[in-house]
Structure formats: C-alpha cells, structure tokens
C-alpha cells in the first residue's frame, strides 16, 4: 500500500484515529477550520456516511443483523463508497481531504470481532494510505470517562455487545475499547501513526496538529483559485456577527 | 419387484469441508452433513431450470433442499436492488455490496443449511460475482481474498451455452435485452446487441479461466433439459452417496 503523495495525486489526506472520546473529532474539526480560513481546498469525510449504505447499515444495526464478517463487509462498502466517489476524484483535484477514521478503524474494530486479520488488510487493498495519520492516544480510562459519564445510552455494536464481553453493555464497552486501543498500538509503528498526548488541553495538541501539518505538507499548493471567492461550508456558517465600525483614527 | 422406498434413501454422512481462503470467524466446520451444489451460468443458460428440476428429483429421494441465489439477503438485497437500478455505485463498491449479500447467505442460509443436513442448492456462487468483477478490470487476487469467507461447494456445474444462443433465448422469454447482462455500463458498443455479445464472449472466456482455479464441471448447455439434468443427477448422486 502506498501513501497519496507515491501515487503521484496532487492532493494529500490526512486522517485522525483513536478511541471513542479521545478528542480526535474536535482535533480534526480545528485542523479544518484553519486550511479553510488559510483558503486552501478541503474536503472532510467521515466513517460511516456514505448515504448509499447507510440504510442498509442502520437497518442491519438496528435489528442486531450482523456478524462480524458481515459488519466487515458493510463498512468496507461504506468507506468503498466514499473513497470512489468523493476521496479519489478530490484527490485527483489536488484537495488536502481530512479523514474522521479511515482504514485503521477497520483494521482494529474487525480484528477485535475475530476477522482475520489479513483478509480485512486485503479487503482494503484498493485505498491508497493517508500522507499523514494522527493518532490520540488518550489513557482508556480518560476516553471511557468521556464517553460513559453522562451514562449515554450504548448502541449495541458500538458497546461491542455482539462479542458477549460481558451483559453489561458499560463493562462490555470498557473491554472492547481496551481491546481496540491494544489493536491501534500494535499498528501504530507499521503505518507512521503520529502519536499525540490525547490527555492534554484542547490548544495544546491543536498546535501540535497545526505544526506538524505545515511541517509534513506544502501548504501552498493548496491554495483556492482567487475567484471565486472562499466562502465557509455552508453546514460550518455561523451567524452573522454584528459589525461595528470603528472610528477612523 | 418393488423395493421399500425408505431403503432407496442414501444417507449421506459428512464429509471434510473447507473454506476457499481466511473463512468466517467462529464456524465450526465439523459435522456439515449437507451438500452444496452450485449451478453456474449466464441468464437463459438453463439454471433455473435444472435447480427445479433438482428439486423435485431430490425432494423424490427423500433429501431436504433449501436454495440460494444472489441478491437474495435479508440484509442488503433492497438495497442493492435500488443502487443497481440507479447505476450510481462504483466498482469497488458494488462488488463490496454483492460480497455483503453473499456474506449474509451463507452465514444464515447456507451453513444452517448444511448443518440441518440439507442439500443446498446455489444459483450461481462467486464464480459469477468474480467474473462480473473481473471482466469490470477489478483486481482478480482481491477478489480471492474477499472471497475465501466462501464455503467450497461438493460441485459446481457450470452450464455453458455461446452467447449467439442466449440472445435467442433473452429475446424469446423477454424480448429485450438485460442492461447488466449486456454489460451496458463497460461502454463496449452503443449498440446493446453488439454489448451482450461482447460481454457474453468476455464473460464465457473468464469463466474458463477460473474453470482452471476452481476446476468446476463445464456442462454443454445446448442439449435438452432432460439429457442434461440426468447428467447432474448421476453426478449427484454419487456425491450423496459419498463417492
């Protein structure tokens, strides 16, 4: 597998990993936030969003229809989905594309559930690997205590329940997230992951991410065309801030 | 003189079973009683045909049948249905979809099935889901790995009938041709009869080619229902019988 700068696309991704409640979807929105203010092309994906699959997977999670092969199987159709009609060609636009999960979430989440491993890495053998893959390692128990605080009510899957941990779908969380963050650390070295201190403060890491991506891309490369205009994702447009002119000095 | 009829019953015992490539997680392959008989080939090759009459001969014999087909999942067949109709999926995609479907078939129809002790008889396998892909330019040792989660069947007849002789037989059961079946999405002619006769060609020559890998039966489909259904049977019969 090669990265999107060996394949020779103009364009470099850039994914976040770890943990449910390891910061990382508030690390990714940030980094996006200053490419977009920077005026540079980006493109952000999420796991499990293409819309095509997604009544199928909904349907199939609601009724608890799956195995571990067949969660494999959906996802991989999912991210497949994503990575044809929207990865590859704004990558091939020369877009920097930020990526909430990518192959790694599969790689570790379908081991955990008992797939072999290799079949999975081959079910994933078409995606090219991200430039740069950050990975927020956050202490199991700081990430459970994010996610278990409030005493949300735990999907099935996402509780790992279908590997019958435990019958309690919270104690059954704890051991499936231990789990999965032993799978992450052990790929970790193989596939570069930039490992940040997911227990810090918010702007600490921020800057980290900021600094490593100016370091590791050429920003510049990225740049919108001046016109037309940047103008903010329409989802991400906050309400019109009151402008008050100042006085002229 | 009349025999009994129960002992005209074989009873089959289990044989050893095996999975293409990595398999499913957690199936016990031990003590599959059952057989799994796959007919291969292109639409108006005869498939449905032989399955029914396989059916009757063998509910005939005492033997329980299920069957399975592609496309026929609980979990995605809606849904792959819609995608297909729109033609919005691409290749990695679909083949994915396709292989969730097949996935789903086997884990609850196929292997209960073969636990159960029944024959299950299979329209089509991954041989056609892999041709399909790979006559669409899809990597051919991908398609292996996806599909090592696949049962190898006891036997696997493929009905070989030339494309000049299915465009007769689409035209007389439908009077069009299909879109998928014509290969209209490689954009190999404009012409929809020039595509299916391509495609067909393409497809018959790939499937010689995994005929090779997966050393299945290539039955000539041009003879009548009944000659080549006593071919199947007597086949069948000897898998039943443990030979």
Not at chain 1, 26 to 46: A, N
Not at chain 1, 64 to 82: G, K, M, Q, V, Y
Not at chain 2, 124 to 145: F, H, P, Q, S
Not at chain 2, 191 to 211: A, E, I, V
């Amino acid at each position: 597998m090669k990265t999107f700068a060996e394949l020779n696309f103009p364009g470099r991704l850039v994914a976040v990993e770890g943990l449910d409640g390891s910061g990382k979807s508030t690390q990714i929105y940030l980094l996006k936030r200053w490419l977009e203010l920077e005026g540079l092309k980006v493109y952000f994906s999420e796991w499990n969003s293409s819309e095509l699959v997604k009544s199928a997977t909904s349907k199939a999670k609601k009724r608890e229809l799956l195995t571990p092969t067949t969660f494999s199987l959906i996802h991989a159709t999912d991210f497949a989905d994503r990575y044809e009609r929207h990865l590859v060609p704004l990558l091939r636009a020369g877009y920097i594309v930020l990526c909430d999960r990518y192959i790694f979430t599969a790689f570790a989440r379908d081991v955990v559930r008992g797939c072999p491993p290799e079949w999975v890495r081959g079910l994933y053998g078409f995606a090219g690997l991200p430039d740069l893959t950050f990975f927020f390692k956050a202490d199991l128990e700081v990430s459970l205590h994010r996610i278990l605080e409030g005493r949300p009510q735990l999907k099935y899957f996402e509780a790992g329940m279908d590997l019958r941990l435990s019958t309690d779908p919270y104690e059954s969380f704890r051991i499936f997230q231990g789990r999965i963050l032993e799978q992450y650390l052990a790929m970790s070295t193989e596939f570069n992951f930039l490992v940040l201190d997911a227990n810090q403060l918010v702007e600490k890491q921020q800057a980290v991410v900021r600094q490593l991506v100016a370091q590791r891309l050429d920003l510049s490369a990225f740049r919108r065309a001046e016109r037309p205009p940047p103008r903010p994702t329409p989802s991400l447009r906050r309400p019109a801030a009151k402008v008050v002119e100042e006085p002229v000095e | 003189m009349r025999h009994a009829p129960q002992n005209q019953i074989v009873i089959p015992s289990p044989t050893a079973r095996r999975f293409y490539g990595h398999g499913i997680p957690g199936v016990d392959l031990e003590n599959l009683a059952g057989r799994l008989i796959v007919v291969e080939g292109a639409d108006g090759s005869g498939r449905s045909t032989q399955i029914a009459m396989l059916v009757e001969w063998l509910e005939g014999s005492g033997h329980a049948t299920v069957q399975v087909g592609l496309k026929r999942s609980t979990l995605v067949s809606e849904e792959l249905e819609r995608a297909q109709e729109g033609n919005i999926l691409s290749r990695s995609t679909l083949s994915l979809f396709y292989a969730t479907d097949f996935a789903d078939q086997i884990e609850n129809i196929i292997l209960p099935g073969l636990k159960a002790g029944f024959v299950v008889l299979a329209d089509r396998y991954i041989y056609t889901l892999m041709a399909r892909d790979m006559v669409r330019g899809m990597d051919e040792a991908w398609l292996k790995n996806l599909y090592g989660i696949a049962l190898e069947p006891d036997a696997v007849f493929y009905l070989n009938v030339p494309p000049e002789e299915l465009v007769q037989r689409s035209f007389a059961k439908n009077t069009a041709l299909d879109y998928w079946e014509s290969g209209m999405d490689l954009g190999l002619s404009r012409d929809m009869f020039d595509s299916f006769m391509k495609y067909q060609t393409t497809m018959q020559q790939t499937f010689r080619h995994l005929q090779t890998t997966y050393g299945f039966t290539i039955v000539d489909g041009m003879r009548g229902a009944e000659a080549i259904n006593a071919d199947l049977r007597k086949k069948i019969s000897a898998i039943l019988a443990g030979k």
